[in-house]
């Protein structure tokens, strides 16, 4: 179940107004009411960063891992942050992250 106040810290953690009305614009952000975003294709419960700085440190060490960018996220359905990529950014980095 969505909680409110989780609610209202996605549209925090997108940024200034402007782009988080960008993103519901251009449809990037229909995932996050995903149950997928919470749970992964087995249904499990994806790995919860209990702070934003712990979901951007796995999602570089997983970029590195896994040569892909790994975004992070606020969870709409916990408490935590999830990390992930989407189909913009499934392509292979080159060594310089590029």
């Known amino acids: 179940m969505i909680k409110l106040?989780?609610?209202?810290?996605?549209i925090?953690?997108?940024?200034?107004?402007?782009?988080?009305?960008?993103?519901?614009?251009k449809g990037h952000m229909k995932g996050l009411r995903?149950?997928?975003?919470?749970?992964?294709?087995?249904?499990?419960?994806?790995?919860?960063?209990?702070?934003?700085?712990s979901?951007?440190?796995?999602?570089?060490?997983?970029?590195?891992?896994?040569?892909f960018y790994f975004s992070n996220y606020k969870c709409l359905y916990c408490d935590g942050y999830h990390i992930g990529k989407n189909s913009q950014n499934k392509k292979k980095l080159d060594e310089n992250g590029q």
């Open 12 to 25: 925090k953690d997108q940024g200034p107004p402007s782009r988080f009305w960008r993103n519901l614009r």
């Open 55 to 67: 979901a951007i440190k796995a999602a570089n060490a997983m970029r590195k891992k896994r040569g």
């Open 34 to 53: 995903s149950k997928r975003s919470h749970f992964n294709h087995n249904g499990k419960t994806k790995v919860m960063y209990n702070t934003k700085a």
């Open 5 to 10: 106040r989780n609610l209202w810290l996605v």
